[in-house]
């Protein structure tokens, strides 16, 4: 059985920093694209960062620069590191394995980061 769990978020001032993680389990985690898609109230769900398997990675415009996703095979993690943080960046961040098993694209349940200003 396929499980993200994150975890992580938290409320923390604007300019501060957070570091999520999104441990994966009933997978070979390293074979696997990962994401990090967040979701701002009102507002559908974004993709925010990503990682290949083979540690390329991508980032949004808005996230560029501030935040970092880097992952660590052996503890079957993935990580985002967000510096610099904004009110904008106020969301719940979810984990997401980047392709589909037996039809079921898999998701965390998500952590909240709230940037006060």
């Known amino acids: 059985q396929v499980q993200l769990v994150e975890s992580g978020g938290g409320l923390v001032q604007a300019g501060g920093s957070l570091r999520l993680s999104c441990t994966a389990s009933?997978?070979?985690?390293?074979?696997?694209?990962m994401h990090w898609y967040r979701q701002a109230p009102g507002n559908q769900r974004e993709l925010a960062a990503s990682?290949?398997?083979?540690?390329?990675?991508n980032y949004a415009d808005s996230v560029k620069g501030r935040f970092t996703i880097s992952r660590d095979n052996a503890k079957n993690t993935v990580y985002l590191q967000m510096n610099g943080l904004k009110p904008e960046d106020t969301a719940v961040y979810y984990c997401?394995?980047?392709?589909?098993?037996?039809?079921?694209?898999?998701w965390g349940k998500g952590t909240l980061v709230t940037v006060s200003s």
């Open positions: 997401n394995l980047g392709r589909d098993i037996g039809g079921i694209n898999y």
């Open positions: 009933g997978i070979i985690f390293s074979l696997n694209d």
């Open positions: 990682i290949t398997s083979g540690f390329v990675t």
